[in-house]
Every structure is written in structure tokens, then in C-alpha cells.
């Protein structure tokens, strides 16, 4: 068993620990477990269970209210690991050995040795597969030595979180503990591609871009388009995902009366700026956080100006449309604090 995590006090009462080698070792033996743990990526945070563990899994399901329908993304250590649970050869072994660790999910198909819970995939025989760079989430793996299924660490179709206090406030007592290291790095969910039969086609833009995939491979990628509800291989293709509450205008020029202005470059007058010198780094790693904090102001209405549709600009601007776009309206989304 795991020694009860010390917990350094925080207001929702969530175990969230100073992530040092003693709570990444707890951290590991909980996930052995069977219990959920929350921890950074070079990303967002995550919150991850045992990946081979059908009950740990239907748990994360449970944390974040997530339609079962949404299969998770599974970490490793590295890409040998990966090749243990997926097929990872030809352009996907290419691909892998330029960009991992970091932020790119491959989804390949499933062995079927893979030994991972069929959760994991909701029924499809492909996995999406990543290898993270953050120095916690791969000490972690390597101490755990196992994979770990985690999206990330938000309740179902709320905006991801950056830092540890946001997991405790989104997911509080449904993880046994919470890994704190600090904002993430990036700020943005990792790309996601799919390769299948020698074709890469992009499904969730993201920090590598698929101009960073031709430039260090050759290889060409697909960019899957539509908002297809009905079969949603990606979050990309869920019209309304990462939402705050309040809503959203997207390329203003101002803000109107009852707006608060969210702006990038170099903007008068705006609330919170994403980057002043238009840094769109800068602003990938505000994004998230900023809409918390006008969020948790109580402004009912955000104008965003315009960001550059180039290089990480794709991935912004797509989590930004999804963020404005209108909302089902579910059970779990009205419980949301
Ligand atoms: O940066 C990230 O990717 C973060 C950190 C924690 O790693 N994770 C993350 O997970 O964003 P999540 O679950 O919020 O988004 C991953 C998405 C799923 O919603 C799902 O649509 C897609 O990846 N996905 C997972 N498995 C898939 C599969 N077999 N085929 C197609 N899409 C898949
Ligand atoms: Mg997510």
C-alpha cells in the first residue's frame, strides 16, 4: 500500500503535493493501486490511472464525466515502450524518433498483445500513444514502469489545465493525489495524428505543426476537416470543447460594453493580454490560464482580438472556435463550479 499522501493544505482539500522524487514514488505506487493521479505535462496536467486496469480507467470516465465515446490518450516512457501496445513502424517509427519526447500523439493501430484495458480505446483498435518530455511525467513513468491512460485533468468538455490548482478545483477528491509542478510549459493539448497504411492526417492541431512534421521527416500530412458529432475520432471534431462560461467573440477590435477584452499584441485597453510583444509561444502558455482567471472574475462576456492563423496561431485559434462555439447543454456542464 501506499503511505497517505501528505497533503500541504489547500482550499479544496485535494491530496496536491510539491511533486519531489518521495510524492512521484507514492504517486507510482497509487497508480499500482488502481487509483487516479493527477501530474504535469510538458502540455497540460493529466489525470492518469493505470492503463491495463479496467477499473482505474472507468474511473478517470467517472472523474471527468466524459462521454465513454472519447477513448484516452496512453503514456509512455518511450517509444519502445510504445511498441508494446501499438504497431510503431515505417513513417509512425519516423515520426517518433524526430518528435518524441514531446508534445505529438500518435493514434496507431492496437496490438493485440497490447495487454491495455479495451476502455482505454472505446472500442476502436487504434490507441493514441505519447511519450511526454516533462521531467515529472517521465520520472513518473520510469518509476512506474507501466503505461498510464490520462486526458487531461478537467472535468468532460471544460477548458484544460495549466496548473495543479486548477485540477484541484476541477477534479478535487476524485484523485487520490495531485503531482504540483508548477504552469506547464506549453499551455496547449498535444497534436494529435493518426497514421494508418503510410498516411498522416493531423486530427487535433497542436504544438508541432504539420510544416514541423514535413520539415524534419518528409513526410506530408492530411488535415481531416468537418465537425462530425456523430463520430468523434478527435476532440477537433467536437464542436463545442474546452469551453470557459463565459462566451466568447472571437476576432474583436474591441470590447463592447459587457466585454472583457482578451488581447494578443499589442492591444489598448484589454482586461488580460495573451502577449503583449505578440508572441504566440507566450500566448499558447496564458491561453488556459487567462480564461480561468476572467472566468473566476464573474465576466459573463469575453472579446478576444484577432491571432495569426500560422504556426502555433492554427492551434490557438482552434481552441478558441471550439471555446466559442455553442454548447449542448449537459448534466455534468451545469454541476461544473
Ligand atoms: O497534451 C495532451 O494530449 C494531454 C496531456 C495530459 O497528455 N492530454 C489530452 O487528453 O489532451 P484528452 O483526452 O483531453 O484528449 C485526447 C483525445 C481524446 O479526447 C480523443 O478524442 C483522442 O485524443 N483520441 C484518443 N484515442 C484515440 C484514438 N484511438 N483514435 C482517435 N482519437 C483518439
Ligand atoms: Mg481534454
Known amino acids: 500500500m501506499a503511505n497517505p499522501p501528505k497533503n500541504i493544505g489547500n482550499p479544496m482539500g485535494a491530496n496536491l503535493r510539491i511533486a519531489d522524487a518521495a510524492a512521484i514514488r507514492d504517486a507510482a505506487r497509487l497508480l499500482d493501486d488502481g487509483a487516479l493521479v493527477a501530474f504535469p505535462t510538458e502540455t497540460v496536467y493529466g489525470v492518469g490511472a493505470d492503463a491495463r486496469n479496467d477499473r482505474a480507467v472507468a474511473a478517470i470516465f467517472d472523474a ?9 490518450i496512453v503514456h509512455v516512457a518511450n517509444a519502445q515502450a510504445a511498441a508494446n501496445h501499438v504497431i510503431l513502424d515505417g513513417p509512425a517509427r519516423r515520426i517518433a524518433d524526430a518528435f518524441w519526447p514531446g508534445p505529438l500523439t500518435m493514434v496507431l493501430p492496437r496490438r493485440v498483445d ?9 472500442g476502436l483498435d487504434t490507441v493514441a500513444v505519447r511519450v511526454p518530455a516533462a521531467p515529472v511525467a517521465h520520472a513518473l513513468l520510469v518509476v512506474f514502469g507501466g503505461p498510464v491512460a490520462a486526458p487531461s485533468a478537467n472535468r468532460s468538455g471544460r477548458i484544460s ?5 486548477h485540477v484541484a478545483s476541477e477534479l478535487g477528491h476524485g484523485v487520490a493525489l495531485i503531482l504540483d509542478d508548477g504552469p506547464c510549459t506549453g499551455g496547449l493539448e498535444s497534436t494529435i495524428i493518426a497514421v494508418s497504411d503510410g498516411r498522416v492526417t493531423l486530427l487535433r492541431p497542436g504544438p508541432i505543426t504539420p ?10 500530412v492530411d488535415i481531416e476537416t468537418g465537425n462530425s458529432t456523430a463520430n468523434p475520432t478527435a476532440p477537433g471534431q467536437l464542436e463545442s470543447h474546452y469551453a470557459p462560461r463565459a462566451i466568447l ?3 474583436a477590435s474591441h470590447a463592447g460594453p459587457d466585454e472583457a477584452l482578451l488581447g ?16 504566440l509561444t507566450e500566448a499558447a502558455a496564458n491561453l488556459f490560464a487567462m480564461l480561468r482567471l476572467l472566468d473566476d472574475a464573474g465576466h459573463g462576456k469575453i472579446a478576444v ?12 485559434n482552434d481552441r478558441l472556435r471550439r471555446a466559442a462555439a455553442p454548447r449542448p447543454q449537459t448534466p455534468e456542464q451545469d454541476q461544473t463550479p
Open 264 to 279: 494578443f499584441g499589442d492591444v489598448d485597453d484589454a482586461a488580460l493580454n495573451l502577449s503583449p510583444q505578440g508572441d
Open 211 to 220: 510544416e514541423d512534421i514535413r520539415h524534419r521527416t518528409g513526410l506530408e
Open 161 to 165: 489545465p495549466t496548473r495543479a490548482a
Open 249 to 251: 467573440r472571437l476576432n
Open 64 to 72: 471527468k464525466g466524459r462521454p465513454s465515446f472519447n477513448p484516452l
Open 305 to 316: 482580438t484577432a491571432i495569426p492563423e500560422s504556426g502555433l496561431g492554427l492551434a490557438i
Open 114 to 122: 497490447s495487454g491495455l484495458s479495451l476502455l482505454v480505446s472505446a
